[in-house]
């Protein structure tokens, strides 16, 4: 027990940051109070099954394993050559090619990485905002379509001038998200409605929202019988950063909204109160702060971060709507802000790991045909590990210190 | 600003509760009021609505019952008020509002849309009822899983991933094995070790359930998509040709009219679920065991002072729910498709946490909650074809809108397992 309100209080942060440690002694403290090395352990481990997924299920393997007991080298050679061609193609696919003679294509995997980050960063920070505030927010995905859909009817509908269309189509976009958001924060409030129980619901109606609107006129691309859009107009698509690659603005404003979500929640009043309320409700309550109130407020804020990832990935990746727009983001998302601790600049190294590993799996599915759907189970495993130190701790056998997730956050559906 | 703010706080609460009670018969009269206007009213008249009743090979044929469109649903209509007015008689006397009647004016209402709806066309009543039961029985199925873990305070939002990991364990074993009962035994067990996983995550580390729930979901689909692309889809004849359960008709009851072909004319794993929901209703609410479920998960502090190990009956209770989950995750392939494909639960998991909750945690309103969304998916299938007046993707967020409109305390009060959701830790 005392574990776990020690954990709290480190997750809140307000201890931290009271003697202002400098940026070293930070890292320091990170490094040896073992999160880092947690982390890092748990993506070794997650790696290690995801490899032995691959080699497991790997026909050639199998094929070598038949006749095991006449050569077995064959089958170990058949299984080192499976997951290293595998993984080498996925380190490719997302940082660095070193078989491309130019820098340009060289570092084209990377751009493919922050591409791939911009949309969880942004969800992520959605995710992380809730969770502060003491509340699971399952429906980024919803918060994502509605934020999309905002965005892209905006962007193919109305005719503006060249940078005012863009910031309004984004802004429609924000706000288009932090108004589904907000449906949950509001009945969260006002009717104890369980928030987990409200957005995975919203998840399902913003679906079936977004599969009817794509019937429409409106939303119809002429020509096309599919639901799909048409193209969002030229002037509101977030101009691409450079040449060859979908990397585009995009990636900046969910930085920069990372920034603006460390500064609400460390430096703002209304920070405070969130994380107070988060922290515990009574307790806030009884300061005077209005936990209905944080409630609405920090949900409208989750939805219009995560209305950001939608319009980010309508106007700057895809730049038309369809009914995979989201496609799974929102549950992506959720892993990104566990892995990140909920906080934001956490929360943007874990967007930019799995960006890198949904960019590196699109290169080693095309390579050596493994398919891209190990990305899910190596993403769930690490959050999975990250999750529980003390069974890493028991796998390794060694002392990591650190704190776990979510136990203090565990409430019942009312609640 | 705080003292006066609390001051609030607890008269709203008070206000609340009160309000909450005159919530469902309000909602019934509105929507019954409603209905009368927009199916009965405003709806032209001179149509009629017709239902075919039997089905090829029916002993007895009955001709198909053709009502005219208008009064039928003003009748319809009319009862949905009655119900709605014994509502509040009921909520005058401040007495509560008892399940059987949330279930007729559900039926009544939905026959009266139903009746608008085919108004000039013929539908067959008994080929839609038995749509909604196939829509139904793994939606029921994850029902009993989550309540059997949420009855003993452990929040499952794992039954997706339990669906989906029985759905692909049973096809891929009846696949290699070329038998369709090894998959039928080894579905639960698929179910059992995702919920293995929760309940070691959530009781022995104490990681938030809703997590490790929504974890799982990513891992298992993850997992079986792998899978799926490696094995299962290049070498289809091998890994994914597990064929399907025949349906066997009962005896004598097989043979009754409109009951007959929907209930008991069925895949053996249907006959499961029938046994499952009476064997979980009478476990839960006639057995020492259930007192002893139920006490876990509404005061776990009192029931381990009178010696039952909470932690223990949690765990086990989350595996047997997997197991349930795993189960009826085989009807998609052994019992519905025949085989294993791609995401295939498709959110399943999720309704039939809708449907627990509509249900309030008990099996009989969980099954009726579970047939109530399986009509809805099956009508916009069916109105689909006869061309609807409402855009079938509507219908399909009915069962997410209610849900919604039911936690948020607008049709009748909702009251979970007090424990749910809470760790137990020993002091």
Same mark, same amino acid.
């Given at each position: 027990m005392s574990e776990q309100e020690h954990d709290t209080t480190a997750t809140s942060g307000g201890e931290q940051r009271q003697q202002e440690p400098s940026v070293s002694q930070r890292l320091w403290r990170e490094l040896t109070t073992g999160s880092a090395m947690l982390t890092v352990l748990s993506i070794v481990l997650a790696l290690a099954i995801g490899g032995l997924l691959i080699i497991l299920s790997d026909p050639r393997v199998q094929q070598a394993a038949g006749y095991f007991a006449d050569r077995p080298s064959d089958t170990f050679a058949a299984a080192w050559q499976s997951v290293s061609s595998a993984y080498a193609a996925m380190f490719r696919g997302s940082l660095?090619?070193?078989?491309?003679?130019?820098v340009v294509r060289a570092v084209r995997p990377l751009a493919a990485t922050l591409t791939n980050a911009t949309p969880l960063i942004a969800a992520g920070l959605a995710v992380a905002i809730a969770f502060r505030t003491g509340l699971l927010n399952i429906g980024a995905e919803g918060q994502i379509i509605l934020g999309a859909v905002g965005a892209g009817y905006i962007g193919f509908t109305m005719d503006l001038p060249v940078v005012v269309h863009l910031v309004v189509a984004v802004l429609g976009g924000v706000l288009a998200g932090a108004f589904w958001g907000g449906i949950a924060g509001f009945l969260k409030a006002r009717t104890g409605a369980h928030e987990v129980i409200v957005t995975i619901m919203l998840n399902y109606i913003a679906r079936f929202l977004l599969a009817y609107l794509l019937t429409l006129e409106a939303f119809r691309r002429a020509g096309r019988s599919d639901p799909i859009s048409p193209y969002v107009a030229e002037s509101a698509q977030l101009p #691409? =950063?450079?040449?060859?690659? #979908? =990397?585009?603005?995009g990636f900046l404003l969910a930085v920069v909204a990372a920034a603006v979500v460390w500064w609400l929640l460390t430096r703002s009043t209304i920070g405070f109160r969130l994380r107070a309320v988060g922290f515990n409700a009574h307790a806030a309550t009884t300061a005077g702060m209005s936990v209905a109130r944080s409630y609405t407020l920090a949900m409208c804020i989750a939805g219009g971060l995560a209305g950001l990832a939608g319009a980010s990935q309508v106007l700057g990746t895809e730049r038309f709507l369809s009914s995979g727009i989201s496609g799974g983001l929102g549950f992506d998302a959720i892993t990104v802000a566990l892995l990140g601790r909920a906080n934001p600049w956490g929360t943007v190294a874990a967007g930019l790991l799995f960006g890198a590993l949904r960019a590196g799996a699109v290169t080693m599915q095309a390579e050596t045909g493994t398919p891209i759907d190990i990305v899910l189970v190596v993403q769930s495993l690490i959050v999975l590990f990250i999750a529980a130190p003390p069974l890493v701790r028991a796998i390794f056998r060694i002392r990591v210190r650190s704190r776990g997730l979510g136990a203090p956050e565990a409430r019942g559906w009312e609640a | 600003m705080s003292t006066g703010d609390t001051g609030n706080e607890v008269g709203s609460w008070a206000e609340r509760a009160l309000r909450r009670r005159w919530r469902a018969p309000v909602m019934f009269t509105v929507l019954g009021l409603g209905a009368l206007v927009?199916?009965?009213?405003l709806a032209p008249g001179g149509e009629r609505s017709t239902f075919g009743i039997s089905t090829a090979g029916d002993i007895v044929e009955i001709d198909p019952v053709g009502v005219p469109s208008r009064q039928a649903a003003i009748l319809l209509a009319l009862l949905c008020l009655a119900v709605a007015g014994y509502a509040l008689l009921l909520t005058a006397r401040a007495e509560p509002v008892p399940l059987w009647l949330s279930v007729l004016f559900g039926s009544a209402f939905v026959l009266s849309f139903l009746t608008w709806a085919v108004a000039g066309e013929t539908i067959s009543l008994t080929g839609a009822l038995q749509g909604s039961l196939a829509l139904s029985v793994p939606l029921i199925f994850g029902a009993l899983c989550g309540m059997l873990g949420e009855r003993t305070g452990v929040i499952n939002i794992a039954i997706e991933g339990q669906l989906l990991a029985g759905a692909f364990l049973s096809g891929v074993v009846a696949s290699l094995l070329g038998n369709l009962w090894v998959g039928l035994i080894a579905a639960p067990v698929a179910g059992l070790l995702v919920a293995y996983l929760l309940a070691v995550f959530s009781i022995r580390y104490l990681v938030n359930q809703i997590i490790v729930g929504v974890v799982l979901n990513v891992l298992v689909l993850g997992l079986t998509n792998f899978l799926y692309g490696r094995l299962l889809s290049p070498q289809a004849q091998t890994w994914n040709s597990p064929g399907r359960f025949p349906r066997w008709k009962l005896p004598v009851l097989g043979d009754i009219p409109v009951v007959g072909p929907v209930l008991f004319d069925q895949t053996v794993i249907v006959y499961c679920m029938y046994v499952a929901v009476l064997v979980v209703h009478v476990a839960l609410f006639h057995t020492r065991w259930g007192l002893r479920v139920r006490a876990v998960g509404e005061h776990p502090e009192a029931a381990d002072t009178a010696g039952i190990a909470v932690n223990v009956v949690r765990f086990r209770n989350v595996l047997i729910g997997g197991a349930v989950a795993g189960f009826g995750g085989a009807y998609f392939t052994l019992g519905a498709i025949g085989v294993f494909s791609r995401e295939m639960t498709a959110g399943a998991g999720f309704i039939a946490l809708a449907a627990m909750i509509l249900g309030r945690w008990k099996p009989m309103g969980a099954v009726f909650a579970a047939l109530l969304f399986g009509f809805a998916n099956n009508l916009q299938s069916v109105l689909g074809i006869i061309g609807s007046p409402i855009p079938s993707e509507f219908m399909l967020m009915a069962p997410y809108v209610l849900t919604i409109f039911a936690v948020a305390g607008l049709v009748g009060r909702i009251r979970p397992p007090?424990?749910?959701g809470q760790p137990y830790i020993k002091s």
């Open positions: 660095v090619d070193f078989g491309e003679y130019s #691409r =950063l450079f040449e060859g690659s #979908r =990397l585009h603005l | 927009l199916f009965g009213l007090a424990a749910n």
